[in-house]
């Protein structure tokens, strides 16, 4: 069992998780597609919510997280 | 026709009557007829049974009663609201009763004109009828909600049966610790936005409380981030010290993975954990929903539980490839297991919403039904109370008059 002192991957070294790695894959392979597909898939891409942090018990004002393309 | 019909129905009423002063009546067969087709009818009704007998023995003495008494029964009559075709009979009547029409005849015509409209006892009765309306449209509104809901639930159904392929192979790699003993917990609550849906909002709040209860102790930080306005609202007055992150707006758009996986990268980001446990509704069928938790370990204890053995225990038998240490493998399994779980479980929560939206509609319908059922015996009960009253008082006044 190796602890952490391998390279880490460049993506990591840049402050990305996984998840947003992975999203960023997937937006480049959904643009690779052809009509009608590419409109499908860019429905299911699309991003919406609002987040707020709380602190002290009481929230702060949300932001809004709306994108269509991933981060 | 009528005539001939009535003809009939009077050996009938003889029989079920047993009135005996039928046979010895005075009157032309003309006039008895019509208004033996006026009871026929108003028999239909029911329950003004005792008052009509009274007002056709009445009409059928003519001669003998006096004006003001056969104003009161046609006015009886009136207040009874009959349909329309009931209502030609007595109008014919009095035009055919010449006795009538010579003495009082304009009052007593007046009466039998005003047969069509609404008896004089309206006002009492407005309420429950306003109220009869507006459950009328609730149920309606209510109707079209389960359409609705029903409709919606098909499609999200398909797409939750398909995800739950995504968390299988997790479990079947890392298996599944609900019980597992760390000191920071993040509970993340699925719940909706929208109400209406039953009682799958505050189910999802007694769990997560309940799962705080038992996960809080000495030197242990249990944390909550709430989806939806509802949990919000629910954990606010316990726990807002303990709230991280709340996150509404999530069913404005149709629910995707990407959307998804952008929210678990935010939440990784926000909060540190030992544990992840995501509670939510399972999507058994219509009827029935499941509270459930998930649970996501960090890397950290993943290797810790490793240790002691169990399925973790197992990772290493498996070979990695690409040069990637087992730490970097779970982390990177851990971030990717969160996001897949918190969609599967948005998708479960989202169709069981639906499905409880959809079955307390359908409830809510049937109780508007059975409440407009009884709103209308109670306003007919109502009318003909207040009918019965405005009755005597006429004839007490009448005979006060007379007497």
């Known amino acids: 069992m190796a602890s952490s002192g391998a390279a880490v991957p460049f993506w990591r070294a840049a402050g990305m998780t996984y998840i947003s ?51 | ?43 239909e009704e029911g329950q003004t049974l005792e008052e009509v007998r009274w007002i056709k023995e009445l009409l059928s003495h003519h001669q003998d009663e006096s004006d003001n008494i056969l104003f009161e029964s046609l006015r009886r009559l009136q207040l009874m609201e009959l349909t329309v075709d009931v209502l030609k009979v007595p109008f014919q009547v009095c035009r055919q009763i010449p006795e009538l029409s010579l003495s009082s005849g304009n009052y ?25 309306k507006s459950v009328k ?10 359409m609705v809901a029903s409709s919606k639930l098909r499609g999200v159904q398909n797409k939750t049966i398909n995800s ?28 909706s936005d929208k109400g209406l849906c039953g009682g799958i909002n505050s189910t999802s709040a007694k769990v997560s409380k309940f799962l ?28 807002n010290n303990s709230i991280e992150l709340t996150v509404s707006g999530l069913q404005k758009l149709p629910l995707n993975y990407t959307q998804i996986s952008v929210l678990a990268d935010d939440i990784l980001k926000n909060v540190e954990y030992d544990a992840l446990r995501i509670v939510y509704n399972k999507f058994q069928s219509v009827m029935s929903f499941l509270p459930s938790v998930s649970t996501i370990l960090s890397p950290e204890t993943a290797e810790k539980e490793s240790e002691a053995g169990g399925i973790l225990g197992e990772l290493d038998s ?24 918190l969609y599967n479980a948005a998708m479960e929560n989202a169709c069981s919403e639906l ?49």
Not at chain 2, 6 to 23: M, N, Q, Y
């Open chain 2, 164 to 191: 739950r392929g995504l968390w299988q192979p997790f479990t079947a790699l890392l298996g599944d610790a609900p019980s597992v003993d760390v000191k920071k917990n993040v509970i993340v609550v699925i719940t």
């Open chain 2, 108 to 132: 007593i015509a007046g009466v039998c004109n005003e047969l069509g409209l609404m008896g004089a006892r309206a006002a009492s009765t407005q309420a429950v009828r306003s109220r009869m």
């Open chain 2, 355 to 403: 499905g409880a939206r959809m079955s307390s509609m359908d409830n809510s319908s049937k109780n508007a039904g059975e409440m407009l059922d009884r709103l209308t015996l109670s306003y007919n009960r109502t009318r003909q109370a207040s009918i019965t009253t405005e009755l005597s008082e006429i004839i007490s006044g009448a005979a006060a008059l007379t007497g």
């Open chain 1, 21 to 71: 790695y992975s999203n960023i894959c997937t937006s480049l392979v959904r643009s690779c597609l052809k009509e009608p597909h590419r409109s499908n898939a860019a429905n299911r891409e699309k991003v919406h919510f609002a987040i707020s942090k709380w602190s002290n018990g009481k929230p702060e004002s949300p932001t809004i997280r709306s994108d269509s393309a991933t981060e």
């Open chain 2, 1 to 43: 026709m009528k005539r001939v019909v009535a003809l009939e129905k009077d050996s009938k009423i003889d029989s079920c009557k047993d009135d005996p002063d039928f046979s010895h009546r005075l009157v032309s067969n003309y006039t008895f007829d019509e208004v033996e087709a006026l009871t026929e009818e108003i028999e």
């Open chain 2, 212 to 239: 705080y209860k038992l996960t809080s102790g000495p030197e242990k930080d249990t944390k909550f981030v709430v989806l939806g306005d509802k949990g919000k609202v629910l954990l606010v007055r316990e726990f």
């Open chain 2, 318 to 341: 498996y070979e990695i490839e690409g040069g990637e240490t087992k730490a970097e493998i779970l982390q990177n399994l851990a971030e990717f297991q969160f996001s897949c779980l």
């Open chain 2, 137 to 146: 449209n609730i149920q309606k509104i209510t109707k079209a909600m389960k």
